[in-house]
């Protein structure tokens, strides 16, 4: 036998083992999970050391009111960009900007119940279909209840994938009433700037999906017709 051509068990090449993907890194989500507490340390911070400006109340209203709106366009770009970098692991990450955009949101209707309205429920049911900027972001609201309701396993499991999918879809629908809210607001100002870049960002992010959805058919649909 020639041992010459045998490697010694030193000098015998191990292979490198494979670095774990950044998205992947046990630091990552509670990485993510403080990023996403920022804005209310900072908020909290602002109202406790009373820096939020001359108008306090409308400074946390709408600075809630702007995380919740960051926070759907974040989520929303979780799909596109885990299909556009091949980065399955980026969906570990859907759930818990879902939740921190629906914590913003419960942050800013109480901001508005109890800053605005002085959590008096008979004053805020009369204040809501008053205003139709305030009615729609109230449907955007109800509509995020049950998704955030059925975003923990148990329910996905009780629900079965197909449903827990279709109702995830009323997402779409709340960032048009997102929109819309916002929208109206600002319209009232005649200040559309902001509105602009938002629509811009909504725009892409459900025309992507449409787009894939489109494809995907045409695909499934040739596949048929070739069988
Ligand atoms: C998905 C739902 C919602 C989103 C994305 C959202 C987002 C926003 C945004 C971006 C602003 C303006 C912030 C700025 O000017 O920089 C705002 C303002 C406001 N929102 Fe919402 N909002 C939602 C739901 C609600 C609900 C349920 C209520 C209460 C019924 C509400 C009441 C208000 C009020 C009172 C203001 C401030 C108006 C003013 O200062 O004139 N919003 N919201």
């Given at each position: 036998m020639n041992t010459a051509t045998v490697p010694s068990?030193?000098?015998?090449?191990?292979?490198?083992?494979?670095?774990?993907?950044?998205?992947?890194?046990?630091?990552a989500k509670p990485f993510v999970f403080?990023?996403?507490?920022?804005?209310?340390?900072?908020?909290?911070?602002?109202?406790?050391?009373?820096?939020?400006?001359?108008n306090?109340?409308?400074?946390?209203?709408?600075?809630?009111g702007d995380w919740v709106l960051?926070?759907?366009?974040?989520?929303?770009?979780?799909?596109?960009?885990?299909?556009?970098?091949?980065?399955?692991?980026?969906?570990?990450y859907r759930r818990m900007l879902g939740l921190f955009t629906f914590f913003y949101l419960v942050l800013h209707?109480?901001?508005?119940?109890?800053?605005?309205?002085?959590?008096?429920?008979?004053?805020?049911?009369?204040?809501?279909?008053?205003?139709?900027?305030?009615?729609?972001?109230?449907?955007?609201?109800?509509?995020?209840?049950?998704?955030?309701?059925?975003?923990f396993n148990r329910a996905i499991k009780a629900l079965g994938?197909?449903?827990w999918k279709a109702l995830h879809k009323l997402v779409y629908a709340i960032a048009v009433l997102a929109l819309l809210h916002f929208f109206w607001m600002r319209a009232g100002k005649n200040d559309f700037a902001e509105v602009a870049v938002y629509a811009a960002i909504i725009a892409v992010l459900l025309g992507w999906r449409v787009v894939h959805a489109v494809r995907a058919r045409r695909i499934t649909?040739?596949?048929?017709v070739a069988k």
């Open positions: 068990p030193s000098t015998r090449s191990t292979p490198t083992p494979r670095r774990r993907h950044v998205l992947r890194h046990l630091a403080a990023v996403c507490m920022l804005p209310f340390v900072w908020l909290l911070f602002g109202a406790l050391t009373d820096s939020l400006g001359a306090p109340a409308e400074a946390l209203i709408r600075g809630t960051r926070g759907l366009c974040v989520t929303l770009a979780v799909t596109p960009l885990r299909q556009l970098t091949g980065r399955p692991e980026l969906a570990r209707f109480l901001s508005y119940a109890w800053l605005d309205m002085g959590f008096d429920p008979q004053a805020i049911a009369r204040d809501i279909p008053k205003r139709p900027f305030a009615l729609v972001g109230f449907a955007a609201f109800l509509l995020m209840l049950p998704l955030a309701a059925t975003s994938a197909k449903r649909a040739r596949r048929t």
